[in-house]
């Protein structure tokens, strides 16, 4: 049973970042043991000093040098911290009725009811740092992902090592039970919802759901439940100004984490070390690229490509390092798996990924592109690159196939108006040298050859030809074996 021992104690008092990371490294080791009630208080005591009510230069000297500051945590605040979350969980949990060595419903929804009832009755759900033990134990305050979490560490106190966090994009739920079979609802999701706890996730709710990952949700190992606390770490101090002590530390866990193989089934953990790395890369560490690239592996290895973030991640950040036929490819492949779902109500946060993309990133990149054009000697090539032109077609398309089919309205006007500017940019010679071809699944013949040559863009083979050279002439793209951009476009109905 994990518990508050010499082994923990001997790393106290915490001075150091690298005091926290040895801890955290000796806890990793002990498997499934990872005591997640201790690791989640330590990390919400330090981040609530290192954030909360610090004056705007409380450690900057007059000669502005600023004096890196990291509290000194001592083994009995911790202690007392666990001993009450241990009391409140034990206290209020009769584990005579609970007889089995597997959880039951019944017992998660107790637990779940036990953390819910602690809670204050209302506060903000969406501020910083309420995502923690400490915030939970000092403050009677957690956030959505905070309560799922504190469900999980409850669990754990109470003997029940099948209790495990199950995490999607934007929310978070518990399996259980032998070959964790069953699932639940332990906390709420968004605004405005009623909540739905100690419900399980049926198929009818999660099948083209992006709220639930479509059936491929992160299902976490005790180890991956040390990751979601680390990555749910928020180093800012104010809206503008981070605690690069915070900042530091949470690099510095994740790295641990990734090293020891623990973020290998966790997509947005990787992604989060690359956001890190890129903004202070520590030498040994892997690069931001390869980080990126590997959760976008990851989630085509082990998520059957249902991921949206992975590619969202990834076009963010040849974004900000203007590497922009990148990104627009990125967020082509984003626009792929959305367009698998079904758009409901619950689904704002991905919404807004794709309406900043579409609707910000896309039309500033094709202003910035066509500045360039015609302040240079007109070669943005960009603008004049088919396959950059296929790939915008892909997001429009697969934004327009996630609306189809769902229960709300995705596109409004505003949506054309910048589709419509944005590919009103691009050099319209590109247009002939795409080659778009509609599929249509049932006159596939077995090797997936079209059986009917139609006529794409209603011309015939010989036409088409000479227009793609003397396009592809005008436009210095010298002759591809086949099209440059061969568009395949499968217009499969959703099911
Ligand atoms: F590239 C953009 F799409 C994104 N940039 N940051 C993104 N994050 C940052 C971190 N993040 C996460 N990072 C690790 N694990 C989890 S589990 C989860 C859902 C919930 F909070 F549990 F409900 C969210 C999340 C959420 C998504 S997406």
Not at 54 to 72: A, G, L, M, Q, Y
Not at 149 to 161: D, N, P, S, W
Not at 355 to 378: H, M, Q, R, W, Y
Request: glycine fraction near 6%.
């Amino acid at each position: 049973m994990a518990g508050f021992r010499d082994r923990e104690k001997q790393h106290f008092p915490l001075t150091s970042i690298q005091a926290v990371v040895d801890l955290f490294s000796d806890q990793l080791e002990r498997g499934d043991e990872v005591d997640l009630a201790l690791l989640s208080i330590v990390l919400g005591c330090i981040e609530n000093t290192l954030t909360m009510n610090r004056s705007s230069h409380s450690n900057v000297d007059e000669s502005k040098t600023i004096t890196p500051i990291f509290p000194v945590v001592e083994a009995d605040t911790i202690e007392a911290l666990y001993a009450k979350f241990t009391a409140l969980i034990k206290g209020a949990v009769d584990l005579t009725k609970f007889e089995s060595e597997y959880a039951t419903r019944e017992l998660v929804k107790r637990v779940s009811d036990v953390v819910w009832g602690s809670l204050t009755r209302a506060y903000y759900k969406d501020k910083a740092h309420l995502q923690s033990l400490f915030s939970f134990l000092t403050g009677n305050k957690l956030d959505c992902f905070g309560v799922a979490f504190a469900v999980v560490a409850a669990c754990q106190v109470l003997g029940f090592k099948d209790v495990k966090l199950s995490l999607s994009e934007d929310h978070a739920w518990v399996v259980f039970g032998k070959d964790s079979s069953e699932t639940a609802e332990v906390t709420w999701h968004g605004k405005g919802n009623e909540d739905k706890r100690g419900q399980p996730i049926t198929e009818a709710v999660r099948d083209k759901a992006w709220l639930y990952l479509n059936g491929q949700p992160v299902v976490c190992t005790r180890q991956m439940e040390a990751a979601a606390m680390v990555s749910s770490i928020n180093p800012a101090i104010s809206a503008t100004i981070d605690s690069v002590e915070m900042g530091s530390l949470q690099q510095e866990l994740l790295c641990l984490l990734y090293q020891k193989g623990h973020l290998s089934r966790y997509p947005m953990a990787i992604g989060n070390l690359a956001d890190l790395e890129e903004i202070s890369s520590i030498p040994g560490h892997p690069t931001s690229n390869q980080l990126f690239e590997e959760a976008i592996r990851v989630a085509q290895t082990h998520y059957n490509n249902q991921h949206v973030y992975p590619y969202t991640y990834f076009g963010g950040y040849m974004y900000r390092h203007k590497q922009y036929a990148k990104a627009i490819h990125a967020w082509a492949e984003a626009a792929s798996v959305i367009k698998g779902y079904n758009y409901t109500r619950e689904d704002e946060e991905v919404y807004k990924e794709f309406l900043e993309i579409a609707n910000d990133f896309i039309p500033t990149i094709a202003k910035v592109c066509f500045k360039e054009e015609s302040s240079s000697s007109g070669e943005s090539s960009l603008l004049q690159n088919p396959a950059v032109y296929a790939d915008l077609l892909r997001i429009y398309d697969g934004i327009c196939e996630w609306e189809e089919g769902s229960s709300t309205p995705v596109l409004h006007t505003g949506w054309a108006q910048q589709f419509t500017f944005s590919l009103s940019k691009f050099d319209p010679r590109v247009r002939s040298l795409l080659d778009i071809h509609v599929e249509n699944e049932e006159e596939e013949d077995e090797d997936g050859e079209e059986k009917d040559s139609s006529k794409p863009n209603g011309k015939d083979k010989q036409e088409k030809e000479t227009d793609q050279a003397a396009s592809q002439k005008a436009l210095g793209v010298e002759k591809e074996k086949d099209t440059a951009a061969t568009q395949r476009t499968r217009r499969g109905r959703k099911r």
